[in-house]
């Protein structure tokens, strides 16, 4: 990954900032940005832009990190929920690669890495707000690996079930709270942004130069184990 330009979006914090940390060590250069900015770039994806200021001209990997965790029964999830959930999940992708997609065309081995989760193959009550939007993420990515395949353009996702984040905070805020989520995974533990960070890495390496169109499901297996 040495002197490879990589963008991450959700670069602060998180798998994003794992991720940095790692391809840093690699050699790569990083252009990060995120809401907050702190220390990246300001940029909400979820604002009407059709470029993004500070971009390489040539994009070698782009990572797309921003998520939601809302988890309500579904009588109590608004439309307003809804229309949030596909505003930062999905159309702030959509927007994002849009913006990418020029400096992409110009590498010699670009790699995009989407995260979707793994409750859209995995019935979960509650989360039919991020199921769905996620969901809309898997669809994106087979759609574009398809029709970026002749330009050399990989597009890849991950599919993490609970991981150690900020986002997740409220789901892990107790001791109780956080041996309840290791229990219910067959391997004992939940997901830490360097499991999710470590996968990212490999997909925008060459070591995956044979993939695209697929969800990775690193999810302690959670997925397809009981």
């Known amino acids: 990954m040495k002197d490879k330009n990589i963008v991450i979006v ?3 914090s998180g798998i994003g900032k794992a991720t940095g940390s790692l391809l840093r060590e690699a050699g790569a250069n990083l252009f990060l940005y995120s809401k907050s900015g702190n220390g990246t770039t300001e940029l909400d994806v979820t604002s009407d832009f059709s470029e993004i200021p500070g ?4 994009i070698d990997g ?3 990190c921003p998520g939601t965790i809302n988890l309500k029964p579904f009588h109590r999830i608004s439309m307003a929920d809804f229309h949030q959930e596909m505003e930062v999940n999905f ?3 959509v927007r994002v690669l849009q913006a ?3 400096g992409l065309k110009k590498s010699s081995e ?8 793994v409750a859209v193959q995995t019935g979960m009550g509650f989360h039919s707000g991020i199921a769905s939007a ?3 993420i898997e669809g994106l990515t087979r759609s574009l690996a398809a029709e970026w ?3 050399k353009i990989r597009v890849n996702a991950i599919a993490p079930s609970l991981t150690e984040t900020p986002l997740a905070n409220a789901l892990l805020s107790t001791p109780e709270k956080k041996e309840a989520s290791d229990k219910r995974h067959p391997l004992g533990r939940i997901g830490t942004a360097q499991d999710i960070a470590e996968a990212t890495v490999f997909l925008l390496s060459p070591k995956s130069s044979w993939m695209t169109g697929q969800i990775l499901h690193i999810d302690g297996g959670m997925s397809n184990l009981k």
């Open 10 to 12: 959700g670069g602060n």
């Open 55 to 58: 971009l390489p001209e040539v």
């Open 62 to 64: 782009l990572v797309f």
């Open 91 to 93: 159309f702030g992708a």
């Open 100 to 102: 990418c997609l020029k």
């Open 110 to 117: 670009p790699s995009v890495v989407l995260y979707s989760t």
């Open 134 to 136: 996620k969901g809309a």
């Open 149 to 151: 395949a002749p330009s």
